[in-house]
C-alpha cells in the first residue's frame, strides 16, 4: 500500500491514521486532567474531599499516587485499542 | 551475622548473579549488541526497562526528597511515570516500526540530514554522561559505606561488574541482568517498606499506608501536617512552590523522560509495534510498584524521625543517630546549650538545630525502624543494583553514539559488521573507564546538571521525534531551526542561573516564576514554535522520506 506516491503531505491522510490520532488526543487529555488537572490546579481544592473509603486528601493523592495509577490504565488502554484498530484496518505485522 | 558481614554476601551473590546471566546471553552481532536482537518479550523489556530507568536517585535519594519536600516532591513522582504515556502514545510504536539501532538514526533519516545526526549524537552522549557519572558516584558511596572500603575502591569494583558484562554483552546482556536488578532492586526497596507500615500503620500494602490511620486515631496525614505547624515547617500536603513552577517542573520531568535516549532504545528490542505498545505499560506498572511506595516511605520517615528526634535529650538519641553522625548527613548543633534537639523549620522562632541528607531517610530507615540486620544490608544490594543497571543502559547510549553513529554513519560507512562490533566494545570499555574517573572525581555539580540532562532532553529530542512522526511537512530546516533554539534558550537559562549567576536564582528573577528545572518545558515550547514557522520557508522533505513517514505510522506495511 506505501509503494504509490506519498498522499499529498496531508496528516490526515487515511482513515487509520485519522482515528489514532483521535483515540491519543482523548487519551491525553486524560492524561493531562489527572497530573496537571487534579494534581496541581486544582490540588487545594480537592484537598477539602478525601479519597472516598481512606484518609487521602483527595488533589494530594493525585500528585503522589492516583496520577500514576491513571496513567497506567491510559497506556494499557491504548495498546489494547490499536490492537483492535490494526486488526480492523488489515495492519497486524506478521 | 552483623551488618558488615550481611552486606558482603548479598553484594557478592547478586555480583554473581549479573555475572552469571551476563556470561548466559552474550552478544555476537551489532544486531545483538544494539539492541539485543531485537526478540525480547515485552514483559522482560518492561521489567528491563524499570531498572534502566530507576536510578541510584530514584532507589536512595527519591523517597528522602519527598519527605522533606512534602507535596513538592510530587514533580518527581508524575514527572518521572507521565513521560511514559507521552512514550507510548507518541513515540514508542513508531521508532519501533522504523526499526534501526539508534536516536540518531531516526533523526539523521528523517530530516535527511547529518547535521541533524551529529547534534543528536552530541546530545545523546551529553545526556547519558551527565547521568553515570551520578550512578558511579552512588556505586561507590553505597560500598563505601556498607563494606568499609574507600570510595574509590567502591568506583573500581563497580566499573570492573559494568565492564564485565556491557562490553561482552551489549544490550542483550544488559537486558538480562537488567531483569535480574530489577528483582534484586524491588525486593530490597518493598522489605523494610513493608515492615514499616506494618510498624506504622498496621498494614501490610505500604502503598496503602500514606492514607492510613496511626495507633492512636489520627491519620497519618493530618497527623504530620500538625506536626509540621507545630515546628514551623510548612504544611506537609500543601507544599510551598508556586504553582507555576510545580506545573513547569512536571512538564519538563516528563517531556524529558520520553526523550532520554536510553530510554528510548529500549523498545527497539522487541519483535513488534503492538509489543512496543505494551511494554511501555509493563515498564511503567514495574516502575509504579516503587513509585507508589515511595510518597508512603517518605511520610513514615518523616513521622518517625519528627517523633523520635524533635524536641528529645541528645544523650537518649539510640545508637544509629550517633552512626549516621559520623558520616556527616546527620548533624547536630546545641545553639541554646540545652542538651535538647530542637529541630525546627522556616516559619518557628526557635532557631533549628538539626541538618539532615535527604539519603538517610532510605539508608537509614531499616535501622531507625529497628529492622533485622540482613534488611540493612538488602538496602545496600538494592541500591547497588539500581545504580548499576542505569549506568550500564547510558553507556550502551554512548557507546553505540560512538560506533554506530559516528563511524558507521557518518565517517566509515564501509566498515565491516566485525569491525563496527570491535568499535562499538572498545567505545564501550572506553566509556566505563571515563565514567569511573568522573565517579571518583565527581564535578561537584551533579545535581545541577542533571536539571540539565532533563532541560535539554525535553527541549531538543522530545518535539524533534514529535514532528518526525506526526508532521510530514516538517524539513530538515524546521528541525534544526527547532532544537537549536530550545537548547540555547534552555541552557542559557540554566547556566546563568546554576553557574554564572547562582545567588540570584531565586523566584522573583526566575521569568514567569520558572525555575531552572522547569525551564526545559518553555525551552521546548519555543522548539516547536520555531520549527512551525520556519519549516514553511523550505520545501517539504522528498517523497522518499514522507513515504517512510507513512511506514512507520502503520505498522503492517512492509516498505520502509
Redesign the interface.
Known amino acids: ?3 504509490s ?3 499529498e ?3 490526515s ?2 482513515q ?2 485519522r482515528r ?1 490520532i483521535r483515540l ?1 488526543l482523548g ?2 487529555a486524560v ?1 493531562a486532567t489527572a ?2 488537572g487534579c ?3 486544582l ?2 481544592f480537592l ?1 477539602n474531599y478525601t ?1 472516598p473509603g ?4 483527595l488533589g ?2 493525585f ?3 492516583g ?3 491513571v ?2 490504565a ?3 488502554y ?2 489494547h485499542a ?2 483492535k484498530l ?1 486488526r480492523e484496518f ?5 | 551475622m552483623d551488618v558488615q558481614g550481611w552486606s558482603i554476601l548479598l553484594i557478592a551473590l547478586s555480583f554473581a548473579l549479573y555475572i552469571g546471566v551476563a556470561i548466559a546471553s552474550r552478544a555476537g552481532s551489532t544486531k545483538e549488541f544494539y539492541i539485543a536482537g531485537g526478540g525480547v518479550h515485552p514483559v522482560v523489556n518492561g521489567m528491563a526497562t524499570a531498572a534502566d530507568w530507576m536510578s541510584a536517585a530514584s532507589f536512595i535519594s527519591m523517597a528522602g526528597a ?1 519527605s522533606f519536600m512534602g ?1 513538592d ?2 514533580v518527581y ?2 514527572g518521572w ?2 513521560g ?2 507521552l512514550l ?3 513515540l514508542a ?1 513508531y521508532l519501533r516500526k522504523f526499526g534501526k539501532f539508534t536516536i540518531p538514526d531516526f533523526v539523521g533519516d528523517r530530516y535527511e540530514s547529518s547535521t541533524a545526526r551529529v547534534v543528536a549524537i552530541v546530545c545523546a552522549i551529553f545526556v547519558s554522561f551527565t547521568y553515570v557519572s551520578g550512578q558511579m558516584q552512588g556505586v561507590g558511596i553505597v560500598l563505601s559505606r556498607f563494606l568499609e572500603v574507600d570510595t574509590t575502591t567502591g568506583v573500581v569494583i563497580g566499573m570492573g561488574i559494568v565492564f564485565f558484562y556491557a562490553v561482552l554483552g551489549g544490550m542483550k546482556g544488559i537486558t538480562y541482568t537488567q531483569v535480574a536488578q530489577y528483582c534484586v532492586l524491588i525486593f530490597a526497596y518493598m522489605v523494610p517498606a513493608i515492615f514499616l507500615a506494618l510498624h506504622m500503620v498496621d498494614t501490610p500494602i505500604p ?2 499506608g ?4 496511626l495507633e492512636n486515631g489520627t ?4 497527623n504530620l501536617n500538625n506536626l509540621h505547624q507545630d515546628l514551623g515547617f510548612a504544611s506537609y ?2 507544599g510551598s512552590r508556586a ?1 507555576i513552577d ?2 513547569f517542573i ?2 519538563a520531568l ?1 517531556t524529558g523522560t520520553a526523550g532520554l535516549p536510553h530510554v528510548i532504545v529500549r523498545f527497539y528490542t522487541v519483535p ?3 509489543d512496543a ?2 511494554s ?2 509493563w515498564a ?2 514495574f516502575i ?1 510498584i516503587l ?2 511506595t515511595a ?1 508512603a516511605i517518605a511520610a513514615f520517615a518523616r513521622t518517625n524521625l519528627l517523633q523520635t528526634v524533635s524536641g528529645q535529650a541528645y544523650d537518649d538519641m539510640p545508637e544509629w543517630f550517633n552512626k549516621w553522625e559520623k558520616t556527616g548527613l546527620l548533624a547536630h548543633n546545641d545553639l541554646n546549650g540545652d542538651g535538647l534537639i530542637q529541630y525546627t523549620g522556616p516559619n518557628s522562632d526557635v532557631p533549628n538545630e538539626l541538618t539532615v541528607h535527604k539519603d538517610i531517610m532510605v539508608l537509614a530507615n531499616p535501622e531507625i525502624a529497628g529492622l533485622p540486620n540482613w534488611v540493612i544490608a538488602l538496602v545496600a544490594a538494592g541500591g547497588l543494583a539500581a545504580a548499576l543497571s542505569t549506568a550500564a543502559g547510558l553507556l550502551l547510549v554512548v557507546s553505540s553514539a560512538v560506533s554506530h553513529d559516528l563511524l558507521k554513519r557518518c565517517l566509515m560507512p564501509d566498515i565491516s559488521e566485525r569491525d563496527e562490533l570491535r568499535a562499538a566494545r572498545i567505545s564501550a570499555g572506553f566509556a566505563v573507564c571515563l565514567a569511573g574517573w568522573f565517579g571518583v572525581h565527581p564535578p561537584g555539580f551533579v545535581a545541577e546538571v542533571v536539571a540539565f540532562a532533563f532541560g535539554l532532553a525535553a527541549s531538543s529530542f522530545f518535539p524533534v521525534l514529535v514532528m518526525g512522526i ?4 516538517m524539513n530538515r530546516i524546521g528541525a534544526i531551526g527547532g532544537m537549536i533554539a530550545g537548547i540555547s534558550f534552555t541552557a542559557g537559562y540554566i547556566l546563568w542561573f546554576k553557574f554564572i549567576s547562582p545567588e540570584s536564582s531565586t523566584p522573583e528573577n526566575w521569568w514567569f516564576g520558572i525555575s531552572p528545572e522547569g525551564i526545559g518545558t518553555l525551552g521546548m515550547l519555543l522548539n516547536f514554535l520555531v520549527a512551525g514557522v520556519i519549516h514553511r520557508f523550505a520545501p ?1 522533505p522528498s ?1 522518499e522520506t ?2 517512510m ?3 512507520i ?7 520502509k
Open positions: 500500500m506505501t509503494s506516491p506519498p498522499s503531505l496531508q496528516d491522510g487515511s487509520y491514521w489514532n491519543l487519551l491525553l492524561w497530573s496537571f494534581g496541581i490546579l490540588h487545594h484537598d479519597l481512606s484518609e487521602y486528601p494530594f493523592w500528585a503522589q499516587q496520577s500514576i495509577l496513567f497506567i491510559i497506556v494499557f491504548y495498546s490499536m490492537s490494526d488489515d495492519l497486524e505485522e506478521k | 519527598i507535596y516532591g510530587s513522582l508524575m511515570t507521565g511514559y504515556v507510548a502514545l507518541l510504536p502503598q496503602l500514606l492514607g492510613g490511620t491519620p497519618l496525614l493530618a500536603t500543601s504553582t510545580v506545573f512536571t512538564a516528563m513488534k509495534v503492538r505498545r505494551r511501555v505499560g511503567l506498572v509504579a513509585y507508589t510518597p506526526f508532521s510530514k511537512r517539504p517523497n514522507q513515504r513517514i507513512e511506514a505510522r502503520a505498522p503492517g506495511s512492509t516498505t
